[in-house]
């Protein structure tokens, strides 16, 4: 096996627990798998724990898991698999569903199939997080139904288009065509690798190989130059898979195609430190981007790396709104005219935020700073716990800024959007991000009621914590033996300072914001450890527009509450979300406020309610603002165009 240039690709153990994942894959079958070399040169060796060696106490991550876990062992995957059994020339079992998988207004998009693909990631993170038998075996029947798919068409490709593999067929040689095929079948990819690595799932393993094997020989006719003008129609994270097929392999035509799907348009200009993401459809590109990293991850080469950290600063520094969301209808905007897109119905697409924190995570997993912690909890609560709504654990298209916006969640039959895909993803994984680990050091990154197991060392970690409604968390270890291990306790940017007690007694204190604090002990059974942290309310600005502010509390955006105004009393608002203009396209009466942002940041007053906050509007009423994240069928504002004092 090639080495990959200037240095080689990670180990097959580190692939694997970057995936969650602890036990090895076997390689595939007709393929010598070949141990792989430890981790590129630059990274760190930090490792996510395995979710099965993860829990979630009680409070709203683990509710919105709850929800999630219903909603899917509602659905039935006979009715997503009925368009692939179609294609195959086979009777379909049961009746499609409705969005993207059939509305005819939908058939030219070619997005039919992709839900099957998001639907099989979330069960195999369902599963490993729960154990949950329910959810391995629809993983078995779905791969057992595709396989049955490839033998009954007589090839690896499996597709639900409305035109079949002629629709692929055509994109392969140049045709002009609507919609996207590819970004389509890597959902399918995802889907399969997912349950493979996550499920240890042989069914899906071996569909999943006879799958990428078509693709490899598909397109192998291609030039360079074909293959790049293929990839000017969105095609997900395809580079991303086929670097995880080649980590799980070894197969080098599977890093070849890793390299062939890495869009050199993008890729170039961002590992030059150009920015040229005006007008682009931002979750095209961020795909791209998180498979920039796994391809270095598998390659050592250094250009995607670079390309995936300058996108990554430029969106999540530069681009981002206060809730860690970007972009105006799907597209990223020039931020100097940032005061003509902040108050869009149509922003922050949740599907950027899943990609973003996936990216943010990739590179806290190679570079662990708190700078990528800090917007990950940011986004995780702002954009992907905000997104659910508690009551029925459905999800968000858009979470608009504008003014008197509500959210609009999808229906659980009818509309299977890019959003609804992902949406079953997030609320299944939230324990993926808590905790990170090197040979030494355990990371807390989350102030989660949760516990973590590890294993190598024998000790386990229990945080029990109020956060957010309390700045505060403790941990208490459970060793088999007095063990020595470096606990790393990220100090948040938004605290001015952390005080950490252990058993009681101060240990640290850190005045050095967006850091970690470093505790390195023999720790024994019944050692508690508690961190304390300060929040307040402070103004957040884009620098284009200084009289637009919004409010956040510690890593949380205040939104203002502003009742249901023209709604009637007891309105469903479990709607398609596509309906946005219907419900949010009037105007409607938003307060006032008057006087500077900081200012107005520090007349801002605790209520009676947890985390219930009062702010004095122009008219002498007052606006009630609570975490973002707990609006969920009102209308809201998080952005305020604030008038100066008379």
């Given at each position: 096996?090639?080495?990959?240039?200037?240095?080689?690709?990670?180990?097959?153990?580190?692939?694997?627990?970057?995936?969650?994942?602890?036990?090895?894959?076997?390689?595939?079958?007709?393929?010598?798998?070949?141990?792989?070399?430890?981790?590129?040169?630059?990274?760190?060796?930090?490792?996510p724990f395995d979710l099965a060696d993860v829990d979630l106490g009680e409070g709203p991550f683990l509710h919105a898991q709850r929800k999630t876990e219903a909603y899917l062992l509602s659905l039935d995957p006979d009715r997503m698999l009925h368009a692939f059994r179609v294609n195959a020339g086979l009777k379909p079992k049961a009746a499609v569903y409705g969005g993207w998988e059939s509305d005819p207004i939908w058939a030219d998009i070619?997005?039919?199939?992709?839900?099957?693909?998001?639907?099989?990631?979330?069960?195999?993170?369902?599963y490993r997080s729960t154990r949950k038998p329910a959810f391995r075996q629809r993983i078995d029947h779905i791969a057992r139904e595709l396989a049955a798919c490839q033998d009954a068409a007589k090839s690896g490709l499996v597709c639900a288009f409305p035109k079949g593999p002629a629709l692929v067929a055509a994109h392969l040689r140049g045709d002009a065509i609507t919609g996207v095929p590819w970004y389509t079948l890597h959902k399918v990819f995802a889907g399969l690798r997912d349950a493979t690595l996550l499920a240890d799932s042989a069914e899906s393993r071996a569909v999943l190989l006879r799958l990428a094997d078509w693709a490899v020989v598909a397109t192998r006719p291609l030039s360079d130059a074909q293959f790049e003008t293929m990839l000017e129609t969105e095609h997900g994270g395809m580079n991303e898979v086929f670097a995880d097929l080649y980590l799980m392999t070894g197969n080098p035509d599977y890093r070849t195609m890793a390299e062939r799907f890495s869009h050199k348009a993008l890729l170039t200009p961002l590992a030059a430190g150009r920015d040229q993401l005006d007008g682009l459809h931002a979750n095209t590109q961020l795909p791209k981007i998180v498979g920039f990293q796994r391809v270095f991850e598998a390659t050592g080469t250094p250009h995607y790396h670079e390309a995936a950290a300058f996108f990554w600063r430029t969106v999540a520094l530069t681009r981002s709104f206060a809730t860690g969301g970007h972009g105006d209808n799907e597209h990223f905007?020039?931020?100097?005219?940032?005061?003509?897109?902040?108050?869009?119905?149509?922003?922050?697409?949740?599907?950027?935020?899943?990609?973003?924190?996936k990216l943010t995570r990739a590179l806290f997993l190679q570079d662990p700073q708190a700078e990528y912690a800090d917007y990950y909890e940011r986004t995780l609560y702002n954009g992907i716990l905000a997104s659910q709504d508690p009551d029925t654990g459905m999800v968000t298209y858009f979470q608009g800024a504008r003014p008197g916006y509500m959210k609009l969640y999808h229906t659980p039959e009818h509309s299977f959007w890019c959003c609804t895909g992902t949406g079953m993803e997030n609320h299944v994984k939230y324990r993926d991000s808590i905790y990170f680990h090197d040979d030494k050091a355990l990371y807390v990154n989350l102030f989660v009621p949760s516990a973590v197991r590890w294993r190598e060392k024998g000790v386990a970690l229990r945080q029990e914590t109020r956060f957010p409604d309390a700045p505060t968390t403790t941990l208490h270890w459970t060793v088999e033996r007095p063990t020595d291990v470096t606990l790393q306790l990220r100090h948040p940017r938004w605290s001015r300072s952390a005080i950490v007690l252990v058993n009681g007694v101060e240990a640290a204190r850190s005045d050095t914001p967006g850091s970690y604090v470093k505790l390195a002990r023999t720790w024994h059974s019944g050692d508690t450890v508690e961190l304390r942290l300060a929040m307040e309310v402070v103004p957040d600005q884009a620098p284009a527009a200084p009289d637009i502010v919004a409010f956040s509390y510690g890593p949380m955006v205040l939104a203002g509450v502003l009742g249901r105004e023209g709604l009637a009393p007891g309105a469903d608002v479990i709607v398609n979300e596509r309906k946005y203009g219907e419900?949010?396209?009037?105007?409607?009466?938003?307060?006032?406020?008057?006087?500077?942002?900081?200012?107005?940041?520090?007349?801002?007053?605790?209520?009676?309610?947890?985390?219930?906050?009062?702010?004095?509007?122009?008219?002498?009423?007052?606006?009630?603002?609570?975490?973002?994240?707990?609006?969920?069928?009102?209308?809201?504002?998080?952005?305020?165009?604030?008038?100066?004092?008379?």
């Open positions: 096996m090639s080495d990959g240039g200037c240095c080689a690709g990670p180990s097959r153990r580190a692939f694997l627990a970057s995936a969650g994942v602890g036990a090895l894959i076997a390689g595939a079958p007709g393929v010598a798998a070949q141990p792989l070399t430890p981790r590129a040169l630059g990274t760190t060796g930090l490792q070619n997005c039919q199939g992709h839900t099957l693909g998001h639907y099989l990631s979330a069960c195999a993170l369902a905007f020039p931020m100097a005219e940032f005061d003509k897109h902040v108050f869009s119905a149509k922003g922050s697409e949740t599907c950027g935020q899943h990609n973003m924190l419900y949010n396209a009037g105007l409607v009466t938003v307060p006032t406020l008057v006087g500077n942002p900081a200012t107005l940041a520090a007349q801002v007053r605790k209520a009676d309610g947890p985390l219930e906050f009062t702010i004095p509007a122009a008219d002498r009423t007052v606006v009630r603002l609570v975490p973002y994240h707990r609006v969920a069928h009102d209308r809201y504002a998080t952005y305020w165009r604030i008038s100066p004092a008379v």
